[in-house]
């Protein structure tokens, strides 16, 4: 299962947490801290998935995500958040039809394992407390 999630948030503690739990299921993950960290990890390692926080200093999670989906068009990225819905992310410039999905906080672990699963083999995967910005 050797697929390559980069993890940004940040707050440390939860990307070394996410990172960490990955990482017990198989997957190479990667920890980072800021968005400009990720995106210039996309040029370098051949990323899956990015799991990122929406609310993030400098660089949020959906410039990162529009990135991403620029660099990278295969890559596919599940963005976190306790505040922004998908209705909110959708109505950014730019953002509309974007092929990223948001997961709400709180949420339990085992709900983001199967949404990463899903994402990563190829279904579409989404769950009563996700929604496709697409």
Request: net charge negative; aromatic share 4%; hydrophobic share 45%.
């Amino acid at each position: 299962m050797e697929s390559t999630i980069l993890v940004v948030d940040d707050e440390r503690g939860v990307a070394d947490a996410a990172a960490t739990i990955l990482k017990q299921e198989g997957y190479c993950a990667l920890a980072l801290y800021n968005a400009a960290d990720a995106i210039a990890m996309l040029s370098k390692v051949d990323v899956a998935l990015v799991l990122s926080d929406v609310n993030m200093p400098e660089i949020d999670g959906v410039d990162l995500a529009m990135e991403a989906q620029r660099l990278c068009p295969k890559t596919r990225v599940l963005l976190m958040s306790g505040y922004e819905t998908p209705e909110t992310i959708g109505q950014r410039k730019g953002c509309a039809g974007c092929p990223f999905q948001i997961m709400a906080k709180p949420f339990r672990m085992h709900q983001l394992l199967e949404k990463i699963r899903a994402m990563i083999e190829g279904g579409d995967g989404c769950l009563a407390d996700c929604a496709c910005l697409d």
